[in-house]
C-alpha cells in the first residue's frame, strides 16, 4: 500500500515539474505569437518614415521615435561601454586588495537600483541644472544603467582568459599594459563585444528612466539638449491611451522593439555558446 | 611575437617600446579611475536622492512612511498607500513564481535531457530578455481581458469567501499587477535555480536512490535541500526586482493611492506613481515627496539585495541545514 503511494506520488510529483516548464515555455510563444500577430498586421511603411499622426487621423508614424532611441542608445553606449569596459580590465587584471572587492559590491548594488531610480538621478543631475528634458539627460540615465552589467561582463570574459597567454606574453618582453591590449583582450574580445550587445539590447527596452529625463516628442528632436520622442515610452504611452489608432500603433511599436531586441539576444547568445566552447 | 627581440635594444633608446613600458602607470591610473566612478556615480545618486527629498523629510519626518493620505491638493504625502502595494504585488508574484519557477527548474536539472534542457533554458531566458513595456501591452490587451472573463470568476467560486478576494473585479488591479509580476520573475528563478541544483554533487543522488528512494524523494528530500541556500538566494533576487519594476506593473495596476482591501481593486506600487506623477507634479514638495518616495524604494531593495548576497555568500561555509 505504502509502496504504491511512493510510487504514485512519484510519477504525480514528477509529471507536475514537467507541466510547469511547458507551462513557461508556452507563456513565451503566447507572448511572441500574440504580439507578433498584432504587430504584423499593423505594421506599414508609414511607421518608419512618417511622424506621430494627430489623434483621430489615419496613418502617421514613428521615424522620430525610432531615431530618437538611436540617438539615446549611442549616448547610452558612449556613456556605459568605455567605463564598463575598462574598469572590468582594472577588476580582472590590476586588482588586488580591498579596493576590487569594494568595487564589485557597489556594482552589484548598482546594478540592483531600479531603473526609475536611475531616472531619478538622471533627472536630478541634468534636467533640473539645464531646467528642461533632453536627449542627453535619457541617454545619461540609459548610459548609467549600461556601466555595471558591462564591467562585470568585461572581467568575466577577461577572466576566462588562460594565465599561460599573459605569461607567455611578458616573458617576451612585453610590458603589462601591451599583454592586456595586444594579447588578453583580443583573446577575449567575442565574449565581449557579445556581452555589451546583451547589455545595449537590455537597456534599449528601458522606459521609466526615459520618462522624466527624454520625457517624449511628437516632432524630430534636433541637437541633444531638446525633448526627444523613444520607442519603448511611444508604447507606453499610446497603450494607456483612449484612442484604437493609437493600440495599433502600439502594438506595431512592440513588434519592431521586441523583434529588435530578441535577435539582438539571439545572436549575441549564439555567438556567446560558440565563444565559451572554443575557451574551454 | 617575432619582434620580441628586438624590442629590448630600442627600448633603451627610448623608442615605442619605452613609451609602452611607461603605458603601465597609465593603463593603471585610466583603469582604476574608471573602476572607481562606479563609487562616484553610486554616492552621487544617494546624494541626489537626498538633497531632492530634503523638503518633504523636513516637513513631514517619519510621519512620511506611516501616513496613509497621498493628496496633492492638499499636500500632504504619505507613503504607506505604495508601500502597501509595492510589497503585496511583489509578495503575490512570488507567491505564483516560486512553485512553478522551482518544479520547471528542477524539471530541466533533473529530468530532461542535458540537449533539451539548455534548449528550454535559452528560450526561457529570453523571457528575461522581453522589455518591461511589451509585458505592459500584453498585460493591458491580452491578460487583463483575460483574467477578467475566466479566471478571476473562477478563483471567486472557490476561493471567493476570502476578504481578499472579495468585491468586484475591476480589471486593473493589484492582482492583475502580481501576475505579470510573476511571469516576469520567473525566469531568474528557473535559470539561477537550476544552476545550483545542478552543482549537486550526483554521489548525493546515487546515495538516495541505492537506499531505496524514489526519483522525486531523492529529489526533494535530497537535492533540493542541498541547494536550499542558493534557491533562496534566487528567490531574493527576484524579489528585488520585482519590488522595483515599474512599466508593466504601472500600466495594469489602475495607479489609485489609496490602500486597497482586496487583491481584486486597482491599487498602487512606489515605482509606479513616481512613474506617472513625476512629470506633472507641480510644486517643488510635491516632487520633493516622490523623490523621497525613491529613497524608500531604493533602501528596500538595496536591503533586499544585501539578504540575497548574504544568502549566497554563507552558502560556502554551510551547506544544506
Given at each position: 500500500?505504502l509502496?504504491?503511494?511512493?510510487?504514485?506520488?512519484?510519477?504525480?510529483?514528477?509529471?507536475?515539474?514537467?507541466?510547469?516548464?511547458v507551462?513557461?515555455?508556452?507563456?513565451?510563444?503566447?507572448i511572441?505569437?500574440?504580439?507578433?500577430?498584432?504587430?504584423?498586421?499593423?505594421?506599414?511603411?508609414?511607421?518608419?518614415?512618417?511622424?506621430?499622426?494627430?489623434?483621430?487621423?489615419?496613418?502617421?508614424?514613428?521615424?522620430?521615435?525610432?531615431?530618437?532611441?538611436?540617438?539615446?542608445?549611442?549616448?547610452?553606449?558612449?556613456?556605459?561601454?568605455?567605463?564598463?569596459?575598462?574598469?572590468?580590465?582594472?577588476?580582472?587584471?590590476?586588482?588586488?586588495?580591498?579596493?576590487?572587492?569594494?568595487?564589485?559590491?557597489?556594482?552589484?548594488?548598482?546594478?540592483?537600483?531600479?531603473?526609475?531610480?536611475?531616472?531619478?538621478?538622471?533627472?536630478?543631475?541634468?534636467?533640473?541644472?539645464?531646467?528642461?528634458f533632453?536627449?542627453?539627460a535619457?541617454?545619461?540615465?540609459?548610459g548609467?544603467?549600461?556601466?555595471?552589467?558591462?564591467?562585470?561582463?568585461?572581467?568575466?570574459?577577461?577572466?576566462?582568459?588562460?594565465?599561460?597567454?599573459?605569461?607567455?606574453?611578458?616573458?617576451?618582453?612585453?610590458?603589462?599594459?601591451?599583454?592586456?591590449?595586444?594579447?588578453?583582450?583580443?583573446?577575449?574580445?567575442?565574449?565581449?563585444?557579445?556581452?555589451?550587445?546583451?547589455?545595449?539590447?537590455?537597456?534599449?527596452?528601458?522606459?521609466?528612466p526615459?520618462?522624466?529625463?527624454?520625457?517624449?516628442?511628437?516632432?524630430?528632436s534636433?541637437?541633444?539638449?531638446?525633448?526627444?520622442?523613444?520607442?519603448?515610452?511611444?508604447?507606453?504611452?499610446?497603450?494607456?491611451?483612449?484612442?484604437?489608432d493609437?493600440?495599433?500603433?502600439?502594438?506595431?511599436?512592440?513588434?519592431?522593439?521586441?523583434?529588435?531586441?530578441?535577435?539582438?539576444?539571439?545572436?549575441?547568445?549564439?555567438?556567446?555558446?560558440?565563444?565559451?566552447?572554443?575557451?574551454? | 611575437?617575432?619582434?620580441?627581440p628586438?624590442?629590448?635594444?630600442?627600448?633603451r633608446?627610448?623608442?615605442?617600446?619605452?613609451?609602452?613600458?611607461?603605458?603601465?602607470?597609465?593603463?593603471?591610473?585610466?583603469?582604476?579611475?574608471?573602476?572607481?566612478?562606479?563609487?562616484?556615480?553610486?554616492?552621487l545618486?544617494?546624494?541626489?536622492?537626498?538633497?531632492?527629498?530634503?523638503?518633504?523629510?523636513?516637513?513631514?519626518?517619519?510621519?512620511?512612511?506611516?501616513?496613509?493620505?497621498?493628496d496633492?491638493?492638499?499636500?500632504?504625502?504619505g507613503?504607506?498607500?505604495?508601500?502597501?502595494?509595492?510589497?503585496?504585488?511583489a509578495?503575490?508574484?512570488?507567491l505564483?513564481?516560486?512553485?512553478?519557477?522551482?518544479?520547471?527548474?528542477?524539471f530541466?536539472?533533473?529530468?530532461?535531457?542535458?540537449?533539451?534542457?539548455d534548449?528550454?533554458?535559452?528560450?526561457?531566458?529570453?523571457?528575461?530578455?522581453?522589455?518591461?513595456?511589451?509585458?505592459?501591452?500584453?498585460?493591458?490587451?491580452?491578460?487583463?481581458p483575460?483574467?477578467e472573463?475566466?479566471?478571476?470568476?473562477?478563483?471567486?467560486?472557490?476561493?471567493?469567501?476570502?476578504?481578499?478576494?472579495?468585491?468586484?473585479?475591476?480589471?486593473?488591479?493589484?492582482?492583475?499587477?502580481?501576475?505579470?509580476?510573476?511571469?516576469?520573475i520567473?525566469?531568474?528563478?528557473?535559470?539561477?535555480?537550476?544552476?545550483?541544483?545542478?552543482a549537486?554533487?550526483?554521489?548525493?543522488?546515487?546515495?538516495?536512490?541505492s537506499?531505496?528512494?524514489?526519483?522525486?524523494?531523492?529529489?526533494?528530500q535530497?537535492?533540493?535541500?542541498?541547494?536550499?541556500?542558493?534557491?533562496?538566494?534566487?528567490?531574493f533576487?527576484?524579489?528585488?526586482?520585482?519590488?522595483?519594476e515599474?512599466?508593466?506593473?504601472?500600466?495594469?495596476?489602475?495607479?489609485t493611492?489609496?490602500?486597497?482591501?482586496?487583491?481584486?481593486?486597482?491599487?498602487?506600487t512606489?515605482?509606479?506613481?513616481?512613474?506617472?506623477?513625476?512629470?506633472?507634479?507641480?510644486?517643488?514638495?510635491?516632487?520633493?515627496?516622490?523623490i523621497?518616495?525613491?529613497?524608500?524604494?531604493?533602501?528596500?531593495?538595496?536591503?533586499?539585495?544585501?539578504?540575497a548576497?548574504?544568502?549566497?555568500?554563507?552558502?560556502?561555509?554551510?551547506?544544506?541545514?
Amino acid at each position: 500500500m505504502l509502496q504504491r503511494r511512493r510510487k504514485i506520488v512519484n510519477v504525480v510529483m514528477l509529471s507536475l515539474t514537467g507541466v510547469c516548464t511547458v507551462f513557461i515555455v508556452s507563456v513565451l510563444f503566447v507572448i511572441l505569437g500574440y504580439l507578433f500577430w498584432n504587430g504584423a498586421r499593423y505594421l506599414t511603411v508609414n511607421f518608419f518614415t512618417k511622424l506621430p499622426a494627430p489623434v483621430g487621423e489615419a496613418g502617421g508614424g514613428m521615424a522620430n521615435a525610432i531615431v530618437g532611441s538611436g540617438k539615446l542608445l549611442f549616448l547610452a553606449t558612449l556613456i556605459g561601454v568605455p567605463f564598463g569596459f575598462l574598469g572590468g580590465v582594472y577588476l580582472a587584471e590590476f586588482g588586488t586588495g580591498m579596493f576590487p572587492s569594494m568595487v564589485r559590491y557597489m556594482t552589484d548594488l548598482l546594478n540592483g537600483v531600479p531603473s526609475i531610480v536611475i531616472g531619478i538621478f538622471a533627472y536630478g543631475v541634468v534636467v533640473a541644472k539645464m531646467h528642461h528634458f533632453s536627449t542627453l539627460a535619457g541617454g545619461l540615465a540609459l548610459g548609467v544603467m549600461m556601466v555595471p552589467i558591462a564591467l562585470r561582463t568585461t572581467e568575466e570574459f577577461l577572466r576566462g582568459v588562460p594565465q599561460s597567454l599573459r605569461e607567455g606574453a611578458m616573458a617576451l618582453g612585453a610590458s603589462k599594459a601591451r599583454t592586456i591590449a595586444t594579447v588578453v583582450i583580443p583573446a577575449a574580445i567575442k565574449g565581449i563585444f557579445s556581452g555589451m550587445m546583451l547589455d545595449l539590447a537590455r537597456v534599449a527596452g528601458e522606459t521609466a528612466p526615459l520618462l522624466f529625463t527624454s520625457l517624449g516628442n511628437r516632432f524630430w528632436s534636433p541637437g541633444w539638449d531638446k525633448p526627444t520622442a523613444a520607442l519603448p515610452v511611444m508604447i507606453y504611452q499610446y497603450a494607456v491611451s483612449p484612442y484604437d489608432d493609437w493600440h495599433r500603433q502600439a502594438w506595431a511599436a512592440g513588434f519592431v522593439l521586441l523583434a529588435l531586441v530578441l535577435l539582438v539576444n539571439v545572436i549575441a547568445r549564439l555567438v556567446l555558446a560558440r565563444a565559451s566552447h572554443a575557451a574551454g | 611575437m617575432s619582434a620580441a627581440p628586438t624590442v629590448l635594444p630600442r627600448s633603451r633608446a627610448g623608442s615605442l617600446a619605452d613609451r609602452l613600458r611607461l603605458g603601465d602607470p597609465f593603463a593603471y591610473t585610466l583603469t582604476v579611475v574608471c573602476a572607481a566612478s562606479i563609487f562616484l556615480v553610486t554616492c552621487l545618486l544617494v546624494y541626489q536622492l537626498w538633497l531632492g527629498s530634503a523638503l518633504s523629510r523636513h516637513k513631514f519626518g517619519w510621519e512620511f512612511i506611516f501616513s496613509s493620505t497621498w493628496d496633492p491638493v492638499t499636500e500632504t504625502y504619505g507613503a504607506v498607500p505604495f508601500m502597501f502595494g509595492t510589497v503585496v504585488t511583489a509578495i503575490l508574484a512570488l507567491l505564483i513564481s516560486v512553485p512553478i519557477g522551482l518544479g520547471a527548474a528542477i524539471f530541466l536539472s533533473e529530468m530532461a535531457l542535458p540537449a533539451i534542457s539548455d534548449t528550454l533554458t535559452f528560450l526561457i531566458e529570453l523571457l528575461a530578455a522581453v522589455p518591461s513595456v511589451i509585458y505592459g501591452l500584453l498585460g493591458i490587451f491580452l491578460l487583463v481581458p483575460v483574467l477578467e472573463s475566466t479566471v478571476v470568476p473562477a478563483l471567486k467560486s472557490v476561493i471567493g469567501f476570502l476578504p481578499i478576494f472579495s468585491g468586484p473585479f475591476y480589471g486593473v488591479s493589484l492582482f492583475s499587477a502580481s501576475v505579470v509580476l510573476s511571469i516576469m520573475i520567473v525566469p531568474f528563478i528557473i535559470s539561477v535555480s537550476r544552476e545550483v541544483l545542478l552543482a549537486v554533487p550526483v554521489d548525493q543522488r546515487e546515495a538516495a536512490l541505492s537506499l531505496g528512494a524514489t526519483k522525486w524523494e531523492t529529489t526533494w528530500q535530497v537535492v533540493v535541500p542541498y541547494a536550499k541556500r542558493g534557491i533562496y538566494g534566487s528567490i531574493f533576487l527576484a524579489l528585488a526586482r520585482a519590488l522595483g519594476e515599474t512599466m508593466a506593473v504601472t500600466m495594469v495596476i489602475g495607479n489609485t493611492p489609496h490602500v486597497p482591501t482586496s487583491l481584486l481593486q486597482p491599487g498602487d506600487t512606489i515605482a509606479s506613481v513616481i512613474a506617472n506623477q513625476f512629470t506633472e507634479a507641480t510644486s517643488d514638495m510635491y516632487i520633493s515627496a516622490l523623490i523621497e518616495l525613491g529613497l524608500v524604494l531604493f533602501a528596500i531593495t538595496i536591503i533586499i539585495n544585501g539578504l540575497a548576497r548574504l544568502l549566497i555568500l554563507t552558502t560556502g561555509s554551510k551547506t544544506g541545514k
